[in-house]
């Protein structure tokens, strides 16, 4: 029962929403499209569901060709950030609106439907309409419908993203747990990389129409392919400085040289481009630390951490740093990285070499 997308592109007008892509989705599967807005995620998903029909290629379904296959012919549920529910329904006949089209059994209604309240914390509101409801519990009604199905693919574009903190976290948590048992394929849209890592399973990650790289999500995030990937997989985006490695030194930008044996690996003279993360940067330095000296743009104090922004020779950094930090913009600011968080990429942006402790992790 898996889903297959072979050379599928979108172009409209002239404009390529999504560049050829060969993707495989196999069934009881969580399969999370990570990127920014207008990425592709939606598009990619609307192509999947048979909303839009692909530019070229053929999508595959049981092995079976449903490329021109309309949307109501296919077994799809679909869920969006901006929930869709019927105003003059109560939650219960909202919920069991796509059963009764399917003509099952009353009581085999009636027992889907209660499980699917049960589940999304529904139950004490299931006789009210929908304008009665939260815009919490609204969504949660619109993925009760979409869930009790029982649909072979289910789409979900960024379906918490209305919720509240609370009630995400708790969704996040046992949405793969409904997912593994109903046997389906689930693709799962969102921005946030946490969300991805906290939904598991397998991982697309998008730029500009493009799916850079799909496999595991702690694969795809500890050993990203590219620095295209590597910057979407990372929030704030990864920083970026080029370094040089000549025999046995490496010089950073404009700056400090190091051993090149600081980074481990056996690397070729040449240019190339050093990435890490945010929170891989410190204020405070040791022995094996690699120094940077920059400028303090303006800080955000976020409870018990605090996001630097920072210009060193013209490129922008973020550090994510523990503590509330008072500091002041245009100061100067020294900035330590332990070489282990060092990903190190080609001029073409290729990965070169992975950070050590992810390949430990």
Same mark, same amino acid.
């Given at each position: 029962?898996?889903l297959?997308?072979?050379?599928? *592109? &979108?172009?409209?007008g002239?404009?390529?929403h /999504?560049?050829?892509?060969?993707?495989?989705?196999? %069934?009881?599967?969580?399969?999370?499209?990570?990127?920014?807005? *207008?990425?592709?995620?939606? *598009?990619?998903? !609307?192509?999947?569901?048979?909303?839009?029909?692909?530019?070229?290629?053929?999508?595959?379904?049981?092995?079976? =060709?449903?490329?021109? #296959?309309?949307?109501?012919?296919? &077994?799809?549920?679909?869920?969006?950030?901006?929930? /869709?529910?019927?105003p003059?329904?109560?939650?219960?006949d909202?919920?069991?609106?796509?059963?009764?089209?399917l003509?099952?059994?009353?009581?085999?209604?009636?027992r889907?439907?209660?499980?699917?309240?049960?589940?999304?914390?529904?139950?004490?509101?299931?006789?009210? &309409?929908?304008?009665?409801?939260?815009?919490? #519990?609204? #969504?949660?009604?619109?993925?009760? !419908?979409?869930?009790?199905?029982?649909?072979?693919?289910v789409?979900? =574009?960024?379906?918490?993203?209305?919720? =509240?903190? &609370?009630l995400?976290?708790?969704?996040?948590?046992?949405?793969?747990?409904i997912?593994?048992?109903? $046997?389906?394929?689930?693709?799962?849209?969102?921005?946030?990389?946490?969300e991805?890592l906290?939904?598991g399973?397998?991982?697309?990650?998008?730029?500009?129409?493009?799916?850079?790289?799909?496999?595991?999500?702690?694969?795809?995030?500890? !050993?990203?392919?590219?620095?295209?990937?590597?910057?979407?997989?990372?929030?704030?985006p990864?920083?970026?400085?080029?370094?040089?490695?000549?025999?046995?030194?490496?010089?950073?930008?404009?700056?400090?040289?190091?051993?090149?044996?600081?980074?481990? $690996?056996d690397?070729?003279?040449?240019?190339?481009?050093?990435?890490?993360r945010?929170?891989?940067?410190?204020?405070?330095g040791?022995?094996?630390?690699?120094?940077?000296?920059?400028?303090? /743009?303006?800080?955000? /104090?976020?409870?018990?951490?605090?996001?630097?922004?920072?210009?060193?020779? $013209?490129?922008?950094?973020?550090?994510?740093?523990?503590?509330?930090?008072?500091?002041e913009?245009?100061?100067p600011?020294?900035?330590?990285?332990?070489?282990r968080?060092?990903?190190?990429?080609?001029?073409?942006?290729r990965?070169?070499?992975?950070? %050590?402790?992810?390949?430990?992790?």
């Open positions: 029962m898996s297959t997308l072979e050379n599928v *592109s &979108k172009v409209v002239g404009a390529t /999504i560049h050829k892509t060969d993707l495989t989705l196999n %069934p009881g599967t969580m399969n999370v499209l990570l990127g920014p807005t *207008s990425s592709g995620k939606t *598009s990619l998903m !609307r192509l999947m569901a048979g909303l839009d029909q692909p530019t070229t290629g053929r999508i595959l379904w049981k092995d079976e =060709d449903v490329t021109g #296959q309309r949307v109501q012919d296919r &077994k799809v549920a679909m869920v969006y950030q901006q929930f /869709i529910n019927y003059s329904m109560s939650v219960y909202n919920i069991a609106s796509p059963l009764r089209l003509k099952l059994d009353k009581s085999e209604i009636d889907r439907v209660r499980e699917a309240a049960e589940l999304m914390q529904l139950t004490p509101q299931i006789d009210r &309409k929908p304008l009665e409801l939260s815009g919490g #519990q609204q #969504q949660r009604c619109a993925l009760a !419908r979409a869930l009790v199905k029982n649909a072979g693919l789409l979900l =574009d960024e379906p918490l993203a209305n919720l =509240d903190y &609370k995400r976290e708790e969704l996040r948590a046992e949405i793969p747990k997912f593994e048992r109903s $046997g389906s394929i689930f693709v799962y849209a969102t921005t946030e990389p946490e991805a906290l939904l399973g397998h991982c697309a990650t998008l730029w500009e129409g493009r799916v850079t790289q799909f496999g595991p999500t702690p694969s795809v995030y500890r !050993r990203p392919v590219d620095a295209t990937t590597a910057r979407v997989f990372s929030d704030p990864m920083n970026f400085v080029d370094v040089e490695k000549r025999g046995a030194m490496l010089r950073f930008g404009k700056g400090a040289e190091v051993p090149a044996a600081a980074l481990g $690996g690397l070729a003279d040449g240019t190339y481009k050093v990435g890490f945010p929170n891989h940067l410190s204020l405070e040791g022995e094996d630390t690699l120094t940077f000296d920059t400028t303090l /743009i303006v800080t955000e /104090i976020t409870g018990s951490e605090t996001f630097v922004h920072l210009d060193h020779e $013209g490129q922008r950094w973020v550090g994510l740093v523990h503590g509330v930090r008072h500091l913009p245009d100061q600011l020294r900035v330590h990285l332990h070489p968080h060092v990903y190190l990429f080609g001029e073409s942006g990965l070169v070499q992975p950070a %050590p402790y992810a390949e430990a992790a």
